[in-house]
């Protein structure tokens, strides 16, 4: 990895070494905080969980053929080589944040309340057209998963596409600390981590945090359809490039046709260039994704057939609106996570499906005071929406039933008080034929819905 020498890891870490001095300029092969995935000459950074210190892990790791350890005391009588740091957390941020210094490459960073994953995956499905582009992977969006991200790069790399996900003030500003992205992409202003953030005003000075420590020369790209988003007008000089279905934002979509479960087709407007697509995933969310991949593949400088090819060949990832047919149902897993905005969108796309169209909702977590009003919200928007059925699932979405009840005495509800209990009575519930919708928030563990819904 490019002058990850021993020393240099030292000096980024304010550590103190351990060791032969004869190996102090090699570099290490790659930087791991999982024992199981040491490789010859890595870096190993034992860090401190909650169930488990992986410093227990140091002597065995070292014997696999790491060339060097990071620990956080003191190791006595190691026979090989160390370097002690105050924190493991604190370490792995500097280290990325030198790292990617070091291979000078764009990095486009990408925040917002709802869509962030999406968005990522069509500005990288459209990227790659053009440059050899690393994306984040999973939820590697946070203060420990940005910096594993980024110790995947490689010389050979030609661009970065970084997802960062907070839950309360200050995170995005050392997040965007690590990226220093060139280009900042904001997705939208909702109602996510309401019990840290307060409000949406609050949810918007914590993602605009991401401009602080970007490119000076670089560029912001934003929703413009977004009220809160509108309202920036530009940071230190930059004025945003703003997206939209408005025909006065600078990249617009009209033109809009569903095309059911297969997706969404439009014409989007890019300066003077102007190009039909079909996004491949369902939902006028995906609209916007695509305005804002067009966005920045302009910015990097691709063709509007490069970016079309692009959006056109994005392939949806599990837990994110992925369709999974089945011999007898169509699951739409969509349950890596969710908040209000996100859950009403994925309804509005559920109404395009064939067949009987059934929601299963779980509890929606961080939502703050309002948790219980916005949980009718979300009730009222499914029976109103024009699917066939909502099965509400969790303490939460008690008041989420209740909702949906009130608003349409004559729609079909049904409650589980937990996940456990709708799975002991899933085959009852779901008929073949059925379109079928499943998202919860991460902690509701809906990927067991999706599994025994594959199963039958």
Do not use: W
Request: hydrophobic letters at 40%; aromatic letters at 6%.
């Amino acid at each position: 990895m490019k002058n990850l020498t021993i020393k240099n890891l030292t000096e980024v870490c304010s550590g103190i070494y351990h060791g032969p001095e004869n190996i102090m300029d090699r570099e290490v092969s790659s930087i791991t905080t999982d024992s199981r995935k040491i490789e010859k000459d890595s870096l190993f950074v034992p860090i401190v969980g909650e169930r488990v210190d992986a410093h227990r892990f140091i002597e065995d790791v070292m014997s696999k053929g790491a060339l060097v350890t990071l620990s956080e005391r003191e190791l006595k009588n190691a026979d090989f080589p160390y370097i002690q740091i105050n924190s493991s957390l604190q370490a792995v941020k500097d280290i990325a944040e030198f790292y990617l210094k070091q291979l000078q490459i764009p990095v486009v960073g990408i925040t917002g309340s709802v869509g962030k994953t999406s968005t990522k995956e069509v500005i990288a499905s459209v990227l790659k057209e053009k440059y050899r582009t690393l994306k984040t992977q999973g939820n590697f969006n946070n203060e420990l998963g940005l910096p594993l991200t980024v110790f995947r790069l490689r010389e050979e790399d030609q661009i970065a596409v970084l997802e960062m996900g907070i839950s309360d003030f200050g995170e995005m500003s050392r997040l965007t600390k690590i990226a220093r992205p060139d280009t900042c992409v904001i997705t939208n202003i909702g109602t996510c981590h309401l019990e840290n953030l307060g409000d949406r005003d609050g949810v918007l000075k914590a993602k605009t945090e991401i401009f602080k420590c970007m490119n000076p020369e670089g560029h912001i790209v934003l929703n413009g359809d977004d009220d809160k988003l509108a309202s920036v007008s530009e940071y230190n000089g930059i004025k945003p490039v703003f997206f939209g279905l408005d025909e006065n934002r600078d990249v617009y979509a009209d033109h809009i046709e569903s095309k059911g479960l297969k997706g969404v087709a439009c014409r989007i407007h890019l300066g003077e260039a102007v190009f039909d697509v079909l996004v491949p995933t369902p939902g006028i969310h995906m609209v916007y994704n695509a305005l804002a991949a067009a966005a920045v593949g302009r910015i990097y400088g691709l063709t509007t057939e490069e970016i079309k090819k692009g959006i056109e060949s994005l392939e949806t990832i599990r837990g994110r609106f992925k369709m999974i047919e089945t011999d007898k149902f169509l699951v739409v897993d969509d349950c890596y996570n969710a908040n209000p905005m996100s859950m009403k969108a994925s309804l509005d796309v559920l109404h395009d499906g064939e067949g009987r169209r059934v929601a299963i909702l779980g509890d929606m977590g961080e939502l703050g005071e309002n948790e219980i009003a916005l949980h009718e919200e979300v009730g009222t928007h499914a029976a109103q929406c024009g699917i066939d059925a909502c099965i509400c699932v969790g303490e939460l979405s008690a008041h989420m039933a209740e909702a949906a009840r009130k608003a349409d005495p004559d729609f079909e509800v049904i409650y589980e008080e937990s996940r456990e209990a709708l799975l002991e009575h899933l085959k009852d519930l779901v008929q073949k034929g059925d379109t079928i919708l499943v998202k919860a928030s991460h902690f509701m563990k809906f990927e067991e819905v999706v599994e025994a819904l594959e199963k039958m």
